[in-house]
């Protein structure tokens, strides 16, 4: 059974940090491309970040040089490293997987950046 577990969301004060993780029974793991969304109250489903199998990484404009995504194929887990939090952050954020025609997603994490 497919299951993308997210942990590590939070409430954080604007300019701190938090790592989330996406721990993925995917197989195989190192095939897929993983990804991090998310979706603030009101607004669509958003990409933050994706990592493909070789490693290559995009980011939203929006995020770019506050996050890093990161991959550990031997944990079958994925990373977001986010710094330098804005409150327009605040968001549930999902991960997925995609290989193909197959996607998966996450239940989500509640992050939330307010002083």
């Known amino acids: 059974q497919v299951q993308l577990v997210e942990s590590g969301g939070g409430l954080v004060q604007p300019g701190g940090s938090l790592r989330l993780s996406c721990a993925a029974s995917?197989?195989?793991?190192?095939?897929?491309?993983m990804g991090w969304y998310r979706q603030a109250p009101g607004k669509q489903r958003e990409l933050v970040a994706v990592?493909?199998?070789?490693?290559?990484?995009n980011y939203a404009d929006s995020v770019k040089g506050r996050f890093t995504i990161s991959r550990d194929n031997v944990k079958e887990t994925v990373y977001l490293q986010m710094s330098s939090l804005k409150p327009e952050d605040t968001a549930v954020y999902y991960c997925?997987?995609?290989?193909?025609?197959?996607?998966?997603w996450g239940q989500g994490t509640q992050v939330t950046v307010s002083s």
């Open positions: 995917v197989s195989p793991f190192s095939y897929y491309a």
């Open positions: 990592i493909t199998p070789g490693g290559s990484t």
């Open positions: 997925n997987a995609n290989w193909g025609i197959y996607r998966y």
